[in-house]
């Protein structure tokens, strides 16, 4: 099951946004990471309290008894104290990409497939607080979900971009159905957020530009993942991704929000 949450930063309380700026001024590390991204500073520390804010929501805890934390690679983790009971934790971990041999006889990777071998890269550690999390915020958005599951997702707000200085980013068929697109530059926003999904999920080092990602069906199949887009607002486009559950049945992607639960925290 994935929970998520999404907010406006303009919509944010008064008096939460009084109390996060203390909590800035506060912390150190904040405090110079705001002085290095300016006008990201705030985005990036109510992110991390929406995550908490939802976390200890599904937790049924208080948001004061959820922590987040950061892997060096800037991976978040959440850490959960429990009257009673000893700090739990649950690290980050990235998923298996596909090896050679390990598709089906009809190219679906193991996690479409019910292959034993569809666990995570690594299970240490994770029996934690029971719950992954992921967060995104573009300019007036923000946006995090927990999970049973690993799960990613990401905001971004459309911009206008030349093609050429994204080229290097996408594949050749990415490319092409940007430049054929109605709204290029929508299109370009949705496969960004895919592409940001698809590293928090697998890891920098298991992407690359040959991977075709305006073909859902084939990230289904090769990858085993499911993904939601929406658009909150226009001009805004959000994704949410996670792994196909080994019993998943079925040719195709999941572009539908079955399995995910919003909630207003």
Not at 203 to 222: A, D, M, N, R, W
């Amino acid at each position: 099951m994935i929970w998520a949450a999404k907010q406006r930063i303009d919509e944010i309380s008064a008096p939460l946004r009084g109390a996060l700026e203390e909590r800035m001024e506060a912390d150190t590390a904040q405090r110079i990471h705001a002085a290095q991204i300016p006008g990201k500073g705030f985005a990036m520390a109510a992110g991390r309290d929406l995550a908490k804010r939802l976390a200890a929501s599904v937790l049924d805890v208080v948001p004061e008894a959820v922590r987040l934390g950061h892997e060096a690679g800037g991976r978040p983790f959440l850490t959960v104290t429990m009257p009673g009971r000893k700090e739990r934790a649950r690290k980050p971990v990235f998923l298996m990409p596909p090896r050679a041999g390990t598709d089906d006889a009809n190219g679906m990777h193991p996690l479409c497939s019910g292959a034993a071998d569809a666990a995570p890269a690594s299970s240490s550690g994770m029996d934690g607080c029971g719950l992954h999390v992921t967060l995104s915020h573009s300019k007036e958005w923000l946006l995090a979900a927990v999970s049973d599951a690993p799960v990613a997702c990401d905001i971004q707000e459309v911009r206008r971009f030349p093609l050429q200085a994204v080229k290097g980013f996408f594949s050749k068929e990415d490319y092409r159905f940007i430049e054929s697109a109605a709204d290029p530059d929508q299109v370009l926003c949705k496969l960004w957020c895919r592409r940001e999904c698809f590293i928090k999920l697998f890891g920098p080092k298991h992407y690359s530009v040959g991977i075709p990602l305006c073909e859902t069906k084939l990230l289904f199949q090769k990858y085993g993942i499911f993904f939601f887009e929406e658009q909150p607002e226009e001009g805004v486009c959000l994704a949410l991704a996670w792994p196909a559950a080994k019993q998943a049945a079925g040719p195709g992607p999941a572009l539908s929000g079955s399995g995910i639960i919003w909630r207003a925290v």
